[in-house]
């Protein structure tokens, strides 16, 4: 989840905004926003928030147009994501010893390297080039503290490139290891397989693109997307298998059999997904990793060494 990408172009090194940022933002855009705003209709609708209004008509047109809206700029930013990404970036030429940052070329000798917090609530870090007082140029403007690490390295990096030039980082900013995660591995992974109001697949997309450094959570991220995936197929499959001659047969005991077939295999299918993730959760808060079962050919090869 890192936003920042370094490229090496033949001599020269070219920092830009990463591209698979704004991919993972169009997807949760996508996949994630949409319940969510059904949820919060939801509430609405039933009367959890103090409000005199009860039109259901209307507050599913209000979910229509902001689940278009999100899925509309899902689309915009992984469609757009490549343009986006190259937005603001610095080209380092290290052949003619320049900086090339909105079209304008800048010396390289002298340089420093700093990394700063931004003013206001935000947090945010940047990490900038300057000479003597006056700042050349912005490699990235919005790095949160959680990457703490990830920006020590590059701007260290940056430093070599730049001939071993000064690294300056402010006393507030986010510089040097990684600060203390608010969430535990054993946590993150339980909350990849909590089956309660989709939390599950909010945590494990957030975690299968953002524990890169984390295997037991990304491996939990990616059993539970895959699990998903089965439970669906399997749905789709069973519906297909025995909703359909339902539909197309007339009353009498086919009927009645297909519908006991149609039950039962919904059942199965609900009640053993909800307790393999129930097991899954109190496996993962304890720390061990558990394959289910019916997933070893596929997830196996995941599994934290």
Request: charged content about 15%; hydrophobic content about 55%.
């Amino acid at each position: 989840m890192f936003p920042l990408a370094l490229a090496v172009d033949g001599v020269n090194v070219i920092a830009t905004k990463s591209r698979r940022v704004y991919t993972i933002r169009g997807l949760l855009g996508i996949v994630a926003l949409p319940p969510l705003f059904a949820l919060l209709v939801a509430l609405v609708s039933l009367g959890i928030f103090e409000h005199d209004f009860r039109d259901d008509e209307v507050l599913i047109t209000v979910w229509a147009v902001l689940a278009g809206a999100s899925v509309l700029w899902g689309l915009a930013l992984i469609v757009f994501g490549g343009p986006l990404s190259r937005r603001g970036a610095v080209t380092f030429d290290r052949a003619r010893g320049v900086a090339i940052a909105s079209g304008v070329e800048h010396s390289l000798a002298g340089v420093t390297v700093r990394v700063r917090k931004l003013e206001g609530l935000s947090g945010w870090n940047t990490i900038e080039l300057w000479r003597g007082e006056a700042r050349i140029a912005t490699v990235h403007d919005r790095l949160q503290p959680m990457h703490a690490s990830d920006v020590t390295a590059h701007a260290e990096y940056l430093s070599q490139l730049l001939g071993d030039a000064p690294v300056v980082a402010a006393p507030d900013a986010a510089f040097g290891p990684t600060p203390h995660r608010l969430i535990n591995d054993n946590t993150a992974a339980m909350l990849c397989y909590l089956p309660v109001q989709g939390v599950h697949l909010i945590a494990s997309l957030y975690y299968v693109f953002a524990a890169h450094d984390r295997p037991f959570v990304r491996f939990a991220a990616k059993q539970s997307l895959v699990q998903l995936g089965v439970t669906f197929a399997a749905l789709i499959v069973f519906g297909c298998a025995f909703g359909i001659p339902l539909a197309l047969v007339g009353e009498g005991s086919l009927q009645v059999v297909l519908i006991v077939l149609l039950a039962t295999s919904l059942g199965v299918i609900g009640i053993g997904n909800l307790v393999a993730h129930v097991v899954a959760c109190v496996r993962a808060q304890s720390g061990r990793a558990w394959v289910m079962p019916w997933l070893r050919p596929l997830v196996t090869k995941w599994l934290p060494r």
